[in-house]
Nanobody
């Protein structure tokens, strides 16, 4: 299975920007769809933020639409999350995983959780 390592988190003031990276190793990187998830403080759920499909299409949650952009560089085996106009509510641990689309058109995690990268937004 593809293995992923997240990086790029840090402390940023509200209104700032940050770019996260998800470096992959393994076979057939270009054939996978990837999703960015986050787990907010005090919340056990890791909610999906956005999806990048192998065909280049993208899907965004309403909470980040217009502010976050997912992209991928298949030659570098890396997925990115560009985060702009950051808000305190964006504070969370961010994760990148492979995902699959089910017959119900929903997206489901297919890979292992990594360590994630901490993003903290100050007021």
């Amino acid at each position: 299975q593809v293995q992923l390592v997240e990086s790029g988190g840090g402390l940023v003031e509200a209104g700032g920007s940050l770019r996260l990276s998800c470096a992959a190793s393994g076979s057939t990187f270009g054939s996978y769809a990837f999703g960015w998830f986050r787990q907010a403080p005090g919340n056990g759920d890791r909610v999906v933020l956005c999806i990048s499909s192998s065909d280049g299409s993208t899907v965004y949650a309403d909470s980040v639409k217009g502010r976050f952009t997912i992209s991928r560089d298949n030659a570098k085996n890396t997925v990115y999350l560009q985060m702009n106009s950051l808000k305190p509510d964006d504070t969370a641990v961010y994760y990148c995983t492979t995902v699959n689309q089910g017959s119900d058109s929903g997206w489901y995690r297919s890979g292992r959780w990594g360590q994630g990268t901490q993003v903290t937004i100050s007021s």
